[in-house]
């Protein structure tokens, strides 16, 4: 089991999803961005670090949002998804190759990737009523 963390990050009502570009594992799916926890970080950390290796991107109001198991046909993850709130973000993308913002319902027709697919039903329901404050 791999320990993953990824983040919902808001920009007013609007929720960030990349797509992973056609190299990469998952190729061509869209997630909520993220990565591998390292030895001696809290999951936090892991998710700023990541949010600023892969996307030169700083967020705030990180805030502890669920999780999610998943088995891939070569591997097992647990992805653990903070919502926060963007700070700064200049466009610059390594792991991807498009990104979106969008309201959580109009995500539901992208070709999500697995083990985010809970994490956004979650997000539905609780911010299908309006905007709400998640973060």
């Known amino acids: 089991m791999i320990r993953v963390v990824c983040g919902i990050i808001f920009n007013d009502d609007k929720v960030f999803i990349c797509r992973r570009k056609p190299e990469k594992s998952l190729g ?29 991107m700083d967020v705030e109001e990180v805030k502890y949002f669920g999780y999610n198991t998943h088995n891939y046909d070569d591997l097992s993850i647990e ?13 610059y993308m390594s792991d991807h190759d498009q990104y979106q913002w969008l309201s959580p319902s109009d995500m539901s027709n992208l070709y999500l990737a697995p083990a985010d697919k809970p994490l956004l039903e979650k997000l539905i329901l609780i911010t299908e009523n309006g905007p709400t404050k998640v973060y």
């Open 79 to 91: 992805l653990i998804a903070y919502t926060c709130k963007l700070k700064e973000w200049n466009g």
């Open 28 to 56: 061509g799916y869209w997630e909520f961005p993220g990565g591998k926890i390292e030895n001696g970080e809290s999951l936090k950390e892991s998710l700023i670090r990541e949010l600023k290796e892969e996307l030169q």
